[in-house]
């Protein structure tokens, strides 16, 4: 069975992974010069930081 503590490890791993890529989209979107691909890097960082979001609404119900 899974404890509170085992759903907040989860829910924070997950987090760090939708940061980091995050960053890693964010650093592809300030290399390159290809306007669609550009628009495809910032819908990607977008849809990383509603990820995020969405992890730390679950992750609360899980709190002490």
Known sequence: M???EDFRAYF???ERIEIHMHDVYAEIHDRISHPGYKQLFAQL???ESGHEE???ELS???EP
């Open 54 to 56: 969405m992890i730390k």
């Open 12 to 14: 924070d791993q997950l």
């Open 45 to 47: 960082m977008r849809d």
């Open 60 to 62: 609360a119900h899980f």
């Open 2 to 4: 899974f404890t509170k």
